[in-house]
């Protein structure tokens, strides 16, 4: 089994992103977004296990595949829900307009969860530069959820 991240490496992961970004830009000005995509895994990795373990007590329970499905898609059954649209697997996939994508899957997540009180709707993913450049293109927010994809952030995973 693989070490637990800890909160150096975890740092360390942070600056090596950002700086791997910014090109001639300054590091600091990638932190929100860098932030931003590994709440998302954060938040899609403890999704995932929650609906792991929810689902083999359904099973045990004796409920069709169908039902099944149909309870794990309750919202109520989840600490924090993770709507279809903003799960990891769907936003690896998606291939058009990242930035919008992303943009538009943390409203359904502030939506679906009253508790994050309109905070994940404060990044702008399709924020333009003054020359109407994005200020971090498809193709930078791609390479920054793959850096993330093999990263694993559940409670057991990390050290901190």
């Known amino acids: 089994m693989r070490d637990k991240l800890s909160a150096a490496e975890f ?4 600056d090596e992103t950002c700086d791997s ?13 860098v932030v931003a995509i590994l709440f998302l895994k954060r938040l899609n990795d403890r999704f995932r296990l929650e609906r792991e373990v929810r689902r083999n007590k ?3 329970k004796g409920l069709s595949p169908a039902q099944i499905d149909e309870e794990l898609e309750k919202r109520e059954s989840y600490r924090l829900f993770v709507p279809k649209m903003a799960r990891w697997d769907e936003v690896t996939g998606e291939q058009e307009d990242l930035g919008a994508y992303l943009s538009k ?4 997540i502030d939506a679906s969860n009253r508790g994050c009180l309109g905070l994940l709707n404060t990044i702008d993913f399709t924020r333009t530069t003054e020359s109407g ?4 293109t498809n193709n930078e927010l791609a ?4 850096g993330f994809e093999g990263l694993i952030l559940t409670d057991d995973h990390l050290a901190f």
């Open 58 to 60: 359904l099973m045990e």
């Open 143 to 146: 390479q920054l959820i793959k």
């Open 21 to 33: 970004l910014r090109g001639n830009r300054e590091a600091e000005e990638f932190k929100e977004y």
């Open 105 to 108: 899957a943390f409203r359904e």
């Open 11 to 14: 740092d360390r992961l942070l």
């Open 133 to 136: 450049d994005r200020f971090i």
